[in-house]
């Protein structure tokens, strides 16, 4: 990816603090979560977590698998294996959380095991949850206690601070505030990050987001985004793309000029939904090979 070209002033003092306390916290939790978008498998996930989680076990979840390219997703998989972790991949609305279930039950036997000959028992796991924002750490939350435990959104900042939530009889979460480190590797990482609501869209110039996000779905997905809004008999001209994008939704101003900024919300919007395909932004091969 290239080098970061773009002056993004966006880290909030809650991140830094957050940071903090999950130092200071982490010798009371038995392993983490860590939940990452399957559509920015690289980009959200927390670069520099480890040094903060004192060898903690942790399972990676990949979350939004639905909306993601599979064939991408199969190689982050098997990348974040090589690495040593657990990888989970989920489809939050749809899938049961039986297999992460099975796991923490099988964590908590094991610690008892150990701990069998202090004849000590432990009847509740301890596990920090992490992630950037807008990955679906409340959704999963949700889905693991069966029930509406934490505020759930699709705008960053939804969490504010650290809390403890019971889960169920055997796991008690530390929920965390979706959280960034101040130095993102790259533009293209920044670009992600906003296409997909982890960082807030007016952070960055929205026109270079999405010109950005334009030549990128040209580059991957023409095919989706021709079919979407029917661009058929047209070159791949940014901005011919857009202007036809606007005059076929109606996204005018007075004198019949292109509303740019209701194109980008309603592209954007699509994108969110899946209304254009499963799309990836995190390219395997472009990211791990340089």
Do not use: C
């Not at 991140?15 to 498998?41: C, S």
């Not at 009889?169 to 960034?180: F, K, R, S, V």
């Not at 036809?244 to 919007?269: F, M, P, T």
């Amino acid at each position: 990816m290239n080098e970061n070209k773009t002056n993004i002033n966006w880290y909030p003092g809650h991140m830094a603090k957050t940071k903090r306390l999950i130092k200071e916290k982490i010798k009371l939790v038995d392993l983490v979560f860590e939940v990452i978008d399957a559509r920015i498998p690289f980009s959200s996930k927390l670069k520099e977590i480890d040094e903060y989680l004192n060898d903690k076990e942790k399972i990676l979840i990949m979350t939004k698998i639905d909306l993601a390219d599979q064939e991408e997703t199969k190689k982050w998989v098997k990348y974040y294996q090589s690495l040593g972790y657990l990888v989970i991949t989920l489809n939050l609305l749809t899938d049961k959380t039986n297999l992460i279930e099975s796991e923490l039950k099988n964590k908590l036997k094991l610690i008892n095991e150990k701990l069998a000959v202090k004849k000590i028992k432990k009847s509740i796991l301890r596990a920090l949850i992490v992630g950037v924002p807008n990955v679906g750490k409340s959704t999963l939350i949700n889905a693991l206690a069966n029930k509406r435990a934490a505020h759930v959104g699709n705008k960053p900042g939804i969490t504010k601070g650290l809390s403890w939530i019971k889960v169920n009889d055997y796991l008690d979460l530390l929920d965390t505030p979706g959280i960034l480190w101040p130095k993102l590797n790259s533009e293209e990482e920044a670009f992600h990050l906003a296409i997909t609501n982890a960082i807030r869209e007016d952070i960055l110039p929205l026109d270079k987001i999405m010109f950005y996000f334009i030549d990128f779905l040209k580059k991957y997905y023409w095919e989706n985004i021709k079919d979407r809004y029917n661009l058929n008999n047209i070159d791949d001209d940014t901005i011919e793309i857009l202007d036809i994008i606007g005059r076929k939704r109606g996204a005018l101003l007075r004198g019949n000029e292109i509303d740019y900024d209701k194109v980008y919300s309603l592209i954007l919007k699509d994108f969110t939904n899946g209304y254009l395909g499963n799309i990836t932004l995190d390219r395997y091969e472009m990211i791990i090979n340089e």
